[in-house]
């Protein structure tokens, strides 16, 4: 009997450590969190209506974000940075805004499939309207070397 509560205390004991291995980081770092966590932490630190000046200062701030790319005449699709589309074609998406940051705000390590290690980048792009104040912020992950 007392060999069958160490098994169970032991596999009990594991699966709280495993746990914790999975969602502490999670917890601690707020770039692992899903999107729309990541999107309030950035509204958090930069609220709807902050001046673009202010938010590249906040980006520049931080040691762990990349530099901040700044265009002063486009806004930002939703998906990725505004370019315009070749003559003739109708962009997918609608542009967000009349001028837009991005920064990357860091990479972590994941499991990908449970098969291997994975980086996942995490970048914010932020749109302001004709006045410079922010009015969208849009955050998107990927994988990549």
Not at 14 to 34: D, E
Not at 109 to 127: E, K, M, P, Y
């Amino acid at each position: 009997m007392k060999t069958w509560r160490k098994f169970i205390v032991i596999v009990l004991s594991l699966l709280i450590f495993i746990t914790l291995v999975t969602f502490m980081p999670m917890l601690i770092t707020p770039k692992r969190r899903p999107l729309d966590m990541v999107r309030n932490y950035i509204l958090r630190i930069t609220p709807l209506g902050t001046n673009i000046e202010d938010v590249i200062k906040v980006i520049e701030s931080r040691d762990d974000w990349s530099r901040p790319s700044v265009d002063y005449e486009r806004g930002f699709y939703r998906q990725t940075t505004a370019r315009p589309p070749p003559p003739g074609v109708e962009p997918r998406f609608p542009v967000i805004g009349e001028m837009s940051v991005s920064a990357g705000i860091g990479h972590y390590r994941s499991w990908h499939n449970l098969l291997f290690i994975d980086v996942i980048r995490v970048g914010v792009t932020w749109g302001f309207d004709g006045d410079g104040n922010l009015i969208e912020v849009h955050v998107r992950k990927g994988g990549g070397p």
